[in-house]
C-alpha cells in the first residue's frame, strides 16, 4: 500500500479505540459484571456499585476463577490459560501472573488479586491472537524513520487524554477584533466567576484571511503556545 500511496491514518483511530474499549469492558466485567460500569458492557447504572458486586449487572461470569478456597495459584493459572489461550500461555506470562497475585494477595487481599489475575489473563497477547507466543529475549529492532517526501499529504494526530478536552477554552474568539463574539463567549462563561477566559490568558492569532464575519482574530490557550507557533508557521 505504501507504494502506491494507499494509506489509512485514520484507521489508527479506529484500532486504538477498539483496544482501549475492548480492554476498559473487560476489567470492568470483572469488577462488575455485565454493566456499564467504569466503561463496561451492558446497561447503564445510575450509581457504580463496589468492586466484586454483581447485584446490578444484567450476568456475571460463573466459573470459579478464585483461589481463596486454597486451589494452588500455579494450577489456577494453567487452568485459566487452558480455557482462555487453548494452553499457549508462555512461561514467562505465567510467572507475571503469578508474581501480581502474590503482590496484590500480600498487599490488598487474595479476591482483589484473582480479579487481577483474570484482568492480566485477558490482557495478554495469547489471548487476543492464535500463534503461539515464542519470546526471544533480544530487543525489538527499531524502525527507522520514514524517508521525509515533498509530496502533499495530511496528517491525523491522535492524543489520548484522561479526560475530556474543553474545546471553548482551547479557542477562543478574539478580544480585539472580535470583540462582539468575545463578550458573548465571556459572558456565556460566566464572566468574571466563571471559567471563560480573560483577555491576559489568550494569546491572539490572525484569521482575517479566513473571512469569518465580525471577527478577524481568534484566541489561543495562553498554556498552548505551541498550538499558536503550529498556526503561525
Known sequence: FAETDM??????LLS???VVGLTNGLFSFVNFGLANADAGFGPS?????PV?????SMGYLTYPYQTNNGTSVSNKIDELSTMLTAGRLSEENKQVLLDAHSHFSEHFSVDSADRVLL???TATPEFHTSNTLRKTGSARPITPPAEKSSAPYKAIVYINLAG???????????VTKCTSLYNDYYEARGRGSGIGLKSDEILSID???AGISRCSN???NKHLSAYKDIFDE
Open 7 to 12: 494509506v489509512s491514518p485514520e484507521s489508527e
Open 16 to 18: 486504538m479505540s477498539s
Open 45 to 49: 447504572l445510575s450509581k457504580l456499585p
Open 52 to 56: 466484586g458486586d454483581y447485584s446490578s
Open 119 to 121: 484482568q492480566l489473563m
Open 164 to 174: 475530556g478536552v474543553d474545546s471553548f477554552n482551547i479557542l477562543t474568539p478574539g
Open 207 to 209: 484569521v482575517s484571511s
Open 218 to 220: 481568534l484566541g489561543v
